[in-house]
């Protein structure tokens, strides 16, 4: 690659045919400034190197986000929240603009999910429900909102959401974009 | 390698590059697709080589790398051009403390900015930079001089700041140009360019918008019933992944829970037993009060031109006495809209309801202001073109004298001497700009005015005052999305009106614009509180694109009108001395096109042809119209079927009996009821 110092080979940059090397770089560097001691500058080697969540969480797109623990857990590999920098570049091309809709939905759908059975049930719905209201809502409202929101989206009778419930409900949603 | 084997080779191939091209669009972690696509990329380069041997294996292995460089090429491309976008940065930053709504309008700003931009290319390198370079300059002919008596005081700040003097004089107005038909040493016919750029300026908009709508339309997609899904949405769409700001933030939560309250509130209460008749009464007594003060507005403007027509013919005007029209429109699209709003808290409606009554309101408003200044304005310039024909005959009269009393040519008159009749094309373009000039005075006083001296009043006496003016009245502003979008929409109307009069009026709005967007920007940011109620930019976008489209159709019509019907002034303009200002077009086609040109556009124009014509198009527009309405009966049908196999599933599951009669009698038959459904039986 010449004398200049670069932090990712040809191939590599090839491979993250989402975004413009600049991009890639200052991922790299926002990825790094989480945790300077733990991310090396060069990324020629493909180091296996995991930034934990609590450091992650703390990114100022994700501050305010009531998700952000369950998203960061979505993309990490070991479900516990830990991202190496595949995975921290998969979050953000999957939460960008660009990304296609089925995608966003199937990450939604993991993202909803707290307990991870594949089936959002009547429990992922209370916790979404409360972080969303920040416990604002009685128990007797939280149920009510719990069980008419079942009885729209459930297709097959099993009082949970299978991902194609939710699929068929999110794409007939006209604010689902984002 | 035998034929068979190449072929199935190519077509995995083919699968691997097809791989390669939708990786990014697959769910898997990121480590899975680098690993598949390494794979898949040694596997095509392996087999690529291979397979063009013995069939020119150097040219194939050419054509590849070509390929290969071509799509590298145009990802680079790709990439640059989306870093080329301006202030997206700004637009962002805005995104995330107000919510995606407020950055909607700014995406909006930006989309027009791009717009005007074109359009002012087009006139600048047209119309205007020929004349500049090629034509006469200033002070050569009658029509490009101050006349004599203006000349003291053209330079004077309060007469440039009116648009006369040597702004009047100037490339800004339609006046300045001459009309010989070819001028320079490219023989560059100005005319008729001047006709065509402004007949492209409308064909330009009209394609531009109809393809942002297109493109608006197919991501807004979604035909589900309203109502349909509303709590599942309410819990999982409401957020808005975009918002970094704690404050918005709150804002949003104290939001989202409202809005659960309030579908809680509906669901569980039951039909008000409310008074029917006094909500109607009231509504019908909202409406006549608004159809009252709309009717009021539109006479008040009537009545303004008139007079400033009576003012035209004085000389000791006072400051307000000159800009009294300008004012008043302004103050009248200031004013009347929070009266509206006022008005309509008799109507009782739902919110959102509300909301798209009071934006029709407003448009109708807005739509009767400029018409009614349209209609006064060309009163007057009936008046002028009438009173120009007498000053034809005394121009003519005035310039034979010399001719009768030697034999020689007359002695060149100096051209501030020479009497110009009325120009009525530029006092036209003259108005418009006066009305853009004094809309942009009054956008820009009022934030000022409005948002910043109210937030630092607000921020500041706030430590010696009695009560909170922080978070009872007045409180920081907050953005007003829809008024600024219909400001924007309306004032893009006078633009596209005037252009065609004024061509140096596209170059005043491209940098109101860019200006607009930094001012506002700012306001914004260090102003503005995030609303209230945090809502998302839905499907209203295409509404705001339908406005504009409206609004395109209805300043084409007065420039059509004026260039088909009415004839331009005599001694000013390119098209000076024709009866008609598209017999420029004729002329052309006479003299510069080939002979048989001008046979084809003969026959054309024969009626004959046309009226066959037009019965195509009204033929082909009826056959989509039919076939639109078949897809939307098969998508019912379908809907209905999918709605249908789900109660019937739900049911099943239930234990209770199928609402369907023919199912109920077909359950008999069916076999055991506890295995897995069943695909959904004929009926009959």
């Known amino acids: ?178 | 390698m035998s034929e068979g084997e190449m072929a199935r080779l190519m077509e995995e191939v083919e699968e691997k590059k097809k791989l390669i091209a939708t990786i990014r669009n697959k769910p898997w972690r990121m480590k899975r697709r680098l690993v598949l696509l390494r794979e898949a990329q040694q596997f095509v380069d392996k087999f690529e080589g291979a397979l063009g041997k013995g069939k020119g294996r150097k040219w194939y292995a050419y054509k590849v790398m070509m390929t290969k460089k071509w799509i590298k090429f145009q990802r680079d491309f790709e990439n640059f051009r989306t870093a080329c976008i301006p202030w997206e940065r700004k637009i962002k930053e805005v995104e995330s403390h107000f919510g995606s709504s407020v950055a909607s309008y700014f995406i909006f700003l930006r989309w027009m900015y791009g717009m005007n931009l074109v359009l002012f290319g087009l006139t600048f390198g047209l119309v205007v930079m020929p004349e500049v370079l090629m034509g006469l300059p200033y002070g050569s002919i009658p029509r490009k001089t101050v006349p004599r008596a203006e000349q003291d005081t053209a330079q004077d700040y309060s007469v440039l700041m009116d648009f006369n003097g040597y702004c009047k004089y100037s490339v800004l107005f339609y006046g300045y140009y001459n009309n010989q038909r070819t001028i320079g040493l490219l023989k560059f016919r100005l005319p008729l360019a001047y006709l065509m750029v402004g007949l492209g300026t409308f064909g330009y908009s009209l394609m531009l918008v109809i393809r942002t709508m297109a493109k608006n339309a197919d991501v807004g997609g979604g035909d589900g019933d309203e109502g349909e899904f509303t709590f599942a949405w309410k819990m999982f769409t409401s957020w808005d992944y975009l918002i970094g700001n704690a404050e918005t933030a709150d804002n949003k939560y104290a939001s989202i829970t409202t809005s659960f309250k309030e579908s809680i509130v509906d669901e569980q209460e039951n039909q008000k037993d409310e008074n029917i008749h006094l909500r109607r009464f009231l509504r019908v007594l909202a409406n006549f009060l608004i159809t009252c003060s709309l009717g009021g507005s539109g006479y008040l403007i009537y009545f303004v031109v008139k007079r400033s027509q009576e003012f035209a013919n004085r000389d000791d005007l006072s400051w307000y006495e000159k800009n009294e029209l300008e004012l008043i429109m302004s103050l009248l699209g200031l004013v009347c809209p929070p009266l509206f709003e006022t008005i309509a808290e008799l109507e009782d409606y739902h919110p959102r309801i509300a909301l798209k009554w009071q934006l029709g309101r407003i448009f109708a408003l807005f739509l009767g202001n400029l018409y009614t200044f349209l209609f006064a304005l060309f009163d007057e310039v009936n008046t002028k073109v009438l009173n120009s024909i007498g000053r034809m005959f005394e121009y003519y009269a005035n310039f034979s004298l010399p001719v009768n009393d030697s034999d020689a040519t007359p002695p060149p008159m100096d051209p501030g001497d020479v009497i110009l009749g009325p120009c009525w094309e530029t006092a036209v373009g003259i108005e418009f700009v006066k009305l853009t000039v004094s809309d942009i005075q009054v956008t820009y006083l009022t934030i000022l005015i409005g948002d910043f001296a109210r937030a630092v009043i607000v921020r500041f006496l706030n430590y010696c005052w009695c009560w909170d003016l922080e978070a009872g009245f007045p409180s920081y502003g907050e953005f007003d999305i829809s008024g600024n979008v219909l400001g924007l929409v309306f004032n893009q109307g006078m633009i596209w009106m005037g252009a065609f009069y004024a061509p140096g009026l596209v170059g005043i709005n491209v940098l109101r614009l860019l200006s607009s967007m930094y001012y506002q920007c700012w306001a914004v940011m260090a102003t503005n509180v995030p609303h209230e109620r945090v809502f998302k930019a839905s499907k209203s976008n295409n509404f705001y694109m339908g406005l504009l489209l409206l609004v395109l159709f209805l300043s084409l019509l007065p420039v059509v009108y004026t260039i088909m019907s009415l004839p331009p002034s005599f001694d000013c303009g390119p098209f000076s001395g024709k009866e008609k200002m598209f017999d420029v077009i004729m002329e052309t086609i006479d003299l510069d096109l080939p002979a048989f040109m001008g046979t084809l556009f003969s026959y054309a124009a024969n009626p004959g042809l046309i009226i066959p014509a037009v019965l195509l198009m009204v033929l082909a527009i009826y056959y989509l119209n039919s076939t639109s309405e078949a897809y939307q009966n098969a998508n019912m049908e379908l809907k209905k079927k999918m709605q249908m196999a789900r109660d019937e599933e739900k049911n099943r599951r239930n234990n209770t009996d199928s609402t369907n009669q023919v199912m109920k009698d077909l359950e008999d038959l069916l076999p055991n009821r506890s295995l897995a459904p069943p695909a959904l039986p004929e009926p009959g």
């Open chain 1, 1 to 178: 690659m010449g004398n200049k110092q670069t932090t990712f080979t040809e191939e590599q940059l090839e491979a993250y045919q989402v975004m413009l090397e600049s991009e890639e770089q200052r991922l790299h560097g926002r990825f790094r400034e989480l945790a300077p001691h733990l991310v090396p500058l060069d990324y020629t080697n493909n180091p296996d190197v995991k930034v934990p969540l609590t450091l992650i969480v703390t990114m100022p797109e994700l501050k305010e986000n009531p998700f952000r623990e369950r998203i960061v857990e979505t993309f990490s590999e070991d479900g516990q929240g830990n991202l190496s920098f595949n995975d921290f570049v998969d979050m953000f091309s999957a939460l960008c603009e660009a990304s296609p809709r089925e995608l966003k939905t199937i990450y939604a759908f993991k993202i909803y999910d707290f307990n991870r059975d594949n089936f959002i049930c009547k429990e992922d719905m209370e916790k979404t429900l409360n972080k969303l209201t920040k416990g604002d809502l009685t128990a007797e409202e939280v149920a009510l909102v719990c069980n008419k929101a079942i009885e729209e989206a459930d297709l097959d009778g099993d009082s949970k959401l299978s991902f194609a419930d939710f699929e068929n409900m999110i794409s007939k949603a006209p604010d689902f974009l984002r």
